[in-house]
């Protein structure tokens, strides 16, 4: 490539490399930047701070008590999902007639945004009269308080984002197992492995690459959730499923708190990268 | 192809089942077993949607009659009504979904093409800084959640002017790392053959990238499109803090704003909630085997 040839990586890069680094780096870099930053009120305007924010922040227990819901939140949900999806994916490839049109329903979720998601479940919650109370009052449980006690708001936060999270990893897990080559199954099993020896030492195996990603891709989605409490419980009862994403955005957005809200958002990011570095390398050195 | 290797592995079978006296009985109870469970899963997925969609056209005072306690009426609306429907257009919900079909198709058309031809400079060209653009400019951003990174974004934006303006809401959303990411992969596997052919023939990399290597990615283009489409039509965090004008106000918005407006206006909260959905339902379900292709071809397998 020579002359005029030799920009054309460039000329096919720039549009798209542009925007990412103006709107996605640019403001990675500053959140971490404006998290060292106040409010001044002698002068007005923002005025360096150092490390004043996160020593706000880290002081602050409504922020500790976030991160454990957080924490909580995070582990129950994302290992809840993962397993969950690739169960689903293990039914939806199943080879029986009709397979087809149960992968279309499975799928329906996926076109379902969460906001969709908090509205319909949360009225299907409703600790009066909701469908679920409903069904359970069948078999003779008594209404439960879903959304309105501290031993179950989470849960029935996790409960919706399950719903809708799980169908998009079942597809990726089910693309995945439909790259599984027939050939290597089968000489499994005349090698006499049994289901579930197949599943572990064939299967699995060769899903890792897949796991990872999924893995990931629904930690670093579920960080973020953010409607269902905003919608449903504020963060509520005594701070229950006070999520870190919720509370930066009280801080920031409501109280007008940029500082603290922005040194908060910096401690995820960072946690965010711990925990992906954590599943990368648990992942990698396993097999 | 799925009725020719199930005829493989059941050729497979009679191997593994000698020990059985009735390998048959076995194998139909197993089926059998399948489908319950297939069953359940879709009755879970598909209830709260049945439920909502039946409320949606029941009047108000009765939109929990038959939900508690449960019957399967629940799952019909009881005296079908359109009032939910007709008070929701009464208060804009037609403009919101005209807003939100406006954003996602302009962020399907420009940003599919910006994110399908830096895919393509990261699959086909070599040049400097290649690994170090990759890894910062596609796997970091895809790491970083974009609602953490929504203060100096909206700080960013306003400093442009932009606040309520449709730029505000297009813009920032059209660079995707993640279409970026499935470009790439998918154009990886066109063969070189083609390419060669093409610039032997004199055309020009652009004409090359537009007339050869586009017709031929349907699946990624699709399941691009879709992505985008589905990012800017689930749009909230964003469109919540940027452009809270009321003409610019989009479909996820809308939902929200009646939910904590009209707390107890169920049935208005479901109808809306019901249009927000069948649109990408609708888009979803017809190109659902070209996900799956995509998705393959991304080599996530190792």
Known sequence: ?287 | MGAKTGRAISAAQPLQGLKLPSHVWRHTGERLLIYVLLVLVALMALLPLMWAFAASFTPNARVFDYAFPFSLRALFPVEFTLEAYDAIFARGFGDALKNSFWLSGVTVVLGGTINALAGFAFARFEFRGKRILFLTVILLPFLVPVDLTAIPRFILVNSLDWRNTWQALIVPGLGNSLAIFLFRQFFEEIPQDLIDAARVDGASWLRLFFNVVLPLSRPVLITAALFLFLQQWDAYFWPLLVAPRPELRLVQVAISTAVEEHRTRWNEQLAGSMLAAIVPILLLLPFQRYYIQAVTSSGLKD
């Open chain 1, 1 to 287: 490539m020579t002359g005029r040839e030799r920009f054309m990586p460039y000329v096919f890069l720039l549009p798209a490399l542009a925007l990412i680094v103006i709107f996605n780096l640019f403001p990675t870099i500053a959140t971490l930047i404006e998290s060292l930053h106040g409010n001044s009120l002698v002068r007005g305007g923002r005025v360096f701070v150092g490390l004043g924010n996160f020593n706000r922040v880290l002081n602050d227990p409504i922020f500790w008590k976030s991160m454990q819901v957080t924490g909580l939140f995070s582990v129950l949900v994302n290992t809840i999902q993962v397993v969950l999806a690739l169960g689903l994916a293990l039914l939806a490839n199943s080879r029986v007639r009709g397979i087809t049109v149960f992968r279309s329903i499975y799928l329906l979720p996926v076109a379902v945004s969460i906001n969709v998601t908090t509205v319909v479940w949360g009225l299907m919650l409703n600790s009066e009269g909701g469908l679920i109370n409903g069904m359970l009052s069948l078999v003779g449980i008594e209404r439960q308080p879903f959304l309105i006690a501290p031993t179950h708001a989470l849960w029935s936060i996790i409960v919706l984002a399950t719903w809708k999270g799980v169908p998009l990893w079942t597809l990726f897990f089910l693309a995945g197992l439909q790259g599984i080559p027939q050939t290597v199954l089968e000489a499994a099993r005349i090698d006499g492995a049994g289901r579930w020896q197949c599943f572990r030492f064939v299967t699995l195996p060769l899903l890792r690459g897949v796991l990872l990603f999924v893995l990931v891709a629904d930690t670093v989605a579920n960080f973020l959730l953010f409607a269902p409490v905003l919608l449903l419980t504020k963060g509520g009862p005594q701070l229950s499923t006070n999520l870190v994403m919720y509370e930066t955005y009280r801080r920031g957005f409501v109280y007008g708190d940029l500082g603290v809200s922005s040194a908060m958002l910096s401690l995820m990011l960072l946690l965010v990268f711990a925990v992906i570095g954590v599943q990368f390398t648990l992942l990698r050195r396993r097999t």
